[in-house]
């Protein structure tokens, strides 16, 4: 497999039947191409928006398809996971080529997001074979229980359906085609339809013929997944309000997330829209640590919102830190930041909006402005210059909309007197993904209160380190109170993400034969449950 083997038409189906069997035959309005935001240059070759009619039979595929996945074993869906991840790592070079073209991101970077997405694959196979995150609870019948019998009662968690998974600009691989989002709601057992980004349709070609290629040859059902591109929003819009659509996985900014949960909302059969959108991820710097650690600090921070050009989600957008602070601190920031290289963005309308946002903070930012701006010189392509602003609590607290989310190389560092006003300006943040307390053993009475107060922010609260940066595993939170996420209560990262796409189901006096085996008494596939109100290990 290379990239020159691209066809431009969305992967449909087991076996490479296509949604279009030749996109030269299609009309000017579906046709759209990729763009390398490093040198502007159109990529080869045009690839095709999905019909409405596309989309429905897409759609009722995987309502054909939704039965046969709920009924199928963990093991079995495990088989498809981990045939995914084999796959995908076997034709990485071509697929990290191509995302190399689409994004500019670098191949380094591409290789670990190729690694990330494949673990998950495999972590979430490992999940679903062992089983028990099924929660299967069990309460058997009482017929001598006075005044009244008691019935069989049994519940577990049972697979929501047809989920629609849209591809993120940031991360082509691993919140993508085969990103976390599909590896969950495939391990939930839910087909897959996913509305690819725009701006690497051809990477999501590839990735797409790799899951096609594992459903074909381990004869899943037709349905199961399913590849629909669009230059725009009228194909994503159609399959969140399809009636065959029981939910949705975005991850984006915040008005495409918002948009899309009205629509989910709006529907005569409203369905969860999983979205995760905006956060400034704030940091706080407490007195000791920073006069201790000043320049350390400072070296740290300049790397973690200039990272993958501060387009992660989890990049640090504030940072309050006392009046007091060393010099050093400051004058390594500066340093930092002004030797910093111009800074490649995904795309060209990414780049563009950076650049305007910065604009329009620099006249909102009351007194010093721009503290430190990147002193190289302009670059061609998709580029911009990484910026720090700076200004007081007082400033801050007064213009509301400095909390909004840059997307790009930019913080905002604001000043305070008093440490003990901390926790009541946390609790005067929106909700965040993330945040991060730097603090020494001598800030800790000053630390409780505010992590007490963070906790009701942020998702995630980390201590002496930076939010850039989401390890996947069974303990992760991304998640967080809205605008972060559309629902605090899940996360997007790590195997939890599972429970978005399922829902509990209670089985009352069923006889045992139709039970699900997970909830048969004599517990056949070995799996931790709860019986009669008490914890029961499975096999070891």
């Not at 495999?122 to 299967?136: C, K, N, Q, T, Y």
């Not at 991360?171 to 690497?200: E, M, N, Q, R």
């Not at 580029?383 to 909004?404: G, I, Y």
């Not at 913080?411 to 609790?427: D, I, K």
Request: overall charge negative; charged content about 15%.
């Amino acid at each position: 497999m290379t990239a020159t083997q691209l066809t431009g038409s969305p992967v449909f189906r087991k076996g490479f039947r296509f949604l279009i069997e030749d996109s030269a035959a299609a009309s000017a309005s579906q046709r759209f191409f990729a763009h390398n935001p490093a040198t502007g240059e159109t990529l080869e070759p045009a690839f095709v928006a999905a019909t409405s009619s596309q989309i429905d039979e897409a759609a009722h595929l995987a309502s054909l398809a939704a039965p046969a996945l709920a009924a199928s074993s963990g093991s079995r869906r495990a088989q498809l996971l981990r045939t995914i991840a084999d796959k995908l790592a076997a034709a990485q070079e071509p697929i990290t080529a191509r995302a190399h073209l689409e994004t500019g991101l670098p191949a380094a970077r591409l290789a670990g997001e190729m690694g990330r997405t494949t673990h998950q694959l495999r972590l979430f196979a490992d999940l679903v074979a062992e089983g028990s995150w099924v929660d299967a609870r069990i309460e058997e019948a009482l017929p001598e229980r006075k005044p009244l019998p008691r019935a069989a009662i049994r519940s577990m968690l049972r697979p929501l359906g047809p989920v629609v998974v849209f591809g993120a600009s940031n991360f082509p691989l691993a919140f993508s085609v085969a990103g976390g989002d599909t590896a969950a709601a495939l391990a939930a057992g839910c087909p897959v339809l996913v509305k690819a980004h725009p701006a690497h349709p051809g990477t999501s070609e590839l990735v797409a013929r790799c899951i096609v290629e594992a459903i074909a040859e381990l004869d899943w059902p037709e349905g199961t997944f399913t590849l629909l591109m669009d230059s725009g929003i009228a194909v994503g819009q159609a399959l969140v309000q399809h009636p065959s659509v029981k939910a949705v996985a975005f991850t984006g900014s915040t008005a495409g997330g918002q948009a899309l949960m009205q629509l989910a909302a709006s529907r005569p059969e409203p369905i969860p829209c999983f979205a995760e959108m905006g956060s400034v991820n704030p940091v706080f710097l407490l007195p000791h640590a920073v006069q201790e650690r000043a320049a350390s600090i400072a070296t740290g921070l300049a790397a973690s919102f200039t990272l993958g050009s501060g387009q992660f989600c989890t990049k640090p957008g504030i940072v309050f830190l006392p009046e007091s602070t060393p010099d050093a601190f400051w004058q390594q920031l500066q340093d930092s930041v002004q030797a910093l290289p111009m800074q490649g963005m995904l795309t060209a309308r990414i780049a563009e909006h950076f650049t305007s946002s910065i604009a329009t903070r620099a006249r909102a930012v009351p007194s010093e402005g721009v503290f430190a701006a990147s002193a190289a010189d302009a670059a061609t392509g998709a580029c911009t210059r990484p910026t720090v602003f700076r200004l007081s609590a007082e400033e801050f607290l007064a213009h509301p909309e400095l909390q909004e989310e840059i997307f790009g190389p930019t913080v905002l560092l604001v000043t305070y007197s008093n440490p003990t006003s901390l926790p009541a300006m946390a609790a005067s943040l929106q909700g965040q993904l993330t945040a991060t307390l730097h603090a020494n053993p001598e800030d800790t009475a000053l630390a409780a209160p505010l992590l007490a107060a963070l906790e009701t922010r942020a998702g995630r609260l980390l201590w002496n380190g930076y939010p850039t940066g989401v390890e996947v595993c069974d303990a992760m939170v991304h998640g967080g109170p809205f605008p972060a996420t559309s629902d605090s209560r899940f996360t997007s990262v790590g195997t939890a993400s599972i429970f978005r796409f399922v829902r509990p189901v209670c089985f009352q006096d069923i006889p045992e034969p139709l039970l699900p085996p997970e909830l048969q008494l004599h517990n056949p596939l070995g799996i931790h449950r709860r019986v009669n109100g008490h914890p029961v290990a499975g096999r070891s």
